[in-house]
């Protein structure tokens, strides 16, 4: 096999030509049909569905056909996100890559590592495969970041005559990931009754500086919510009768993202002092609360141009009320695995559109029986507040397997290179895993990554020294699947 320098330099190509692709999640047509001549190229029989999934075959070494197949599976979109005064059109700009000696960055905006780099690794594989090795499947899935589209439309066929399933969908290339979380995805809607603006002082309220990040994997860091807080100082002038009208509302970047900035548009007679001394207030209250982990909120107000129109007052108050209400950060941690988190939920993103504005609300769990629970009371909570809810398709949970083989092969492999034990353990992140084990329950399954920082925020990097170690382990581990079977086959 290559050295690592060549087996980097290998991967950085392929992420290189991806990130030069827009991929949103949702607008996966460019990207999709890339790698679907990607495929073709090196030869691989390829598929590409309705939802723009891309299945493709590679062939095993000769003498090793009868080994069980070994799907490698990423997904294609990411989730993005600009720093604050960055001009960045995530359906028309590509990633602008940033590297140094240690990360690959973007120049602004997230970097979509997550998950590029798996969708680059599976290429270089593909290109440069281990010998031996069994029969290989790509599958690179699509809207993994907005409810696992991709997956839940995927052919139960393209699973079904597999007997290993790595995906390459995890952040920290020294841990096996054995279970995740499932998710609910829920938003809520207000029809907006419209007024005609009414003349009076505009401003521009904005809530920023925050740390955001992932939902999954940073909702334990005690983090605030802008959104939330935004919500909550709507409520505070309400209650301080400060009379203030709402033009917009606007929060987040990504349902599976705390929101780290949020702004509305509003009109108000009161004097600049009053409407000071309340943002202060709100902002020593949330710094009692989530000053540790989140320091640095800003809270700005700045006269901005007169909107034609604005919210009635009980649009406001029941959208703000919702937000207030419902808890965003951890629910409960794993009584059985010290340190997990068991539920959380996150107010991702807040949109103000021509009749309507609306919220998105992600409730995650280990336990199904609880995100069943989140559909009963979202649907309770919206219809009291005037705030219907819809209500997605449950992503279950990924339960461990005990016992398995998968795991054994990948554990042994990494410390056979790396001269030490890899971590195993159940994430409270999302992964397309639980889906298909669905389709097929007979998968033995696990996930691995290289590791990336920070993901789905403009800090977003990943650490080049983990990329050529995650792919080697790959080789060795089909390596091991392939060797395995044609050991016992000659056996018999």
Request: net charge negative; aromatic share 6%.
């Amino acid at each position: 096999m290559a050295n690592d320098n060549e087996i980097l330099e290998s991967v950085l190509a392929e992420f290189e030509k991806l990130a030069a692709i827009p991929r949103p999640s949702g607008h996966e047509e460019a990207v999709s049909n890339y790698l679907k001549e990607a495929f073709a190229a090196l030869g691989c029989p390829v598929t590409q569905d309705a939802a723009n999934n891309i299945i493709a075959d590679l062939a095993a070494t000769p003498g090793y056909e009868e080994t069980p197949r070994t799907i490698l599976q990423s997904h294609m979109d990411m989730v993005c996100v600009a720093a604050d005064g960055i001009r960045y059109d995530p359906e028309k700009d590509p990633i602008r890559l940033v590297r140094d000696s240690e990360y690959l960055r973007a120049e602004g905006t997230s970097l979509g590592s997550d998950d590029g780099i798996g969708v680059a690794e599976i290429l270089s594989l593909f290109r440069n495969p281990p010998e031996p090795h069994g029969p290989l499947r790509a599958i690179i899935t699509t809207e993994e970041e907005t409810g696992m589209g991709g997956a839940i439309m995927l052919d139960a066929k393209h699973v079904a005559d597999a007997a290993f399933y790595l995906n390459c969908d995890s952040e920290e290339d020294d841990l096996l990931t054995v279970g995740s979380a499932g998710g609910l995805d829920v938003s809520f809607s207000r029809p907006v009754r419209w007024q005609p603006a009414v003349k009076m002082p505009v401003w521009r309220l904005t809530v920023a500086g925050l740390r955001g990040g992932h939902s999954g994997e940073r909702i334990n860091d005690g983090r605030g919510n802008a959104i939330q807080f935004l919500a909550d100082l709507l409520t505070d002038f309400a209650t301080a009768d400060i009379p203030v009208f709402v033009a917009s509302l606007t929060g987040g970047t990504a349902i599976n993202a705390i929101p780290a900035t949020a702004e509305a548009v509003i009109l108000t007679m009161e004097p600049e002092k009053d409407l000071r001394q309340a943002m202060k207030r709100r902002r020593d209250r949330f710094l009692a609360a989530f000053g540790a982990a989140d320091p640095d909120l800003t809270v700005t107000i700045a006269p901005t141009e007169r909107p034609s129109r604005m919210m009635s007052q009980a649009d406001v108050k029941a959208v703000a009320g919702l937000i207030s209400v419902l808890h965003s950060g951890v629910f409960a941690m794993s009584p059985a695995l010290p340190g997990l988190v068991e539920t959380s939920a996150n107010i991702g993103l807040l949109r103000t559109e021509e009749d309507r504005v609306w919220f998105s609300y992600y409730p995650r769990s280990c336990v199904n029986e609880k995100l069943a629970a989140f559909q009963r009371t979202s649907a309770v909570l919206g219809e009291q507040f005037g705030c219907p809810a819809r209500i997605g398709i449950p992503s279950p949970a990924w339960q461990e397997r005990p016992g398995s083989r998968l795991a054994k092969l990948v554990t042994a492999e990494f410390e056979r290179q790396r001269g030490k034990k890899m971590r195993v353990a159940s994430l409270h992140v999302g992964l397309e895993c639980s889906f298909m084990l669905k389709k097929n329950p007979g998968l033995d399954v696990v996930s691995i990554g290289a590791t990336t920082l920070d993901i789905h925020s403009p800090q977003e990097r990943l650490v080049l020294a983990t990329v050529a170690p995650q792919v080697r382990l790959i080789a060795g581990t089909l390596r091991r699947i392939a060797e395995m079977v044609k050991a016992a086959t000659e056996l018999a």
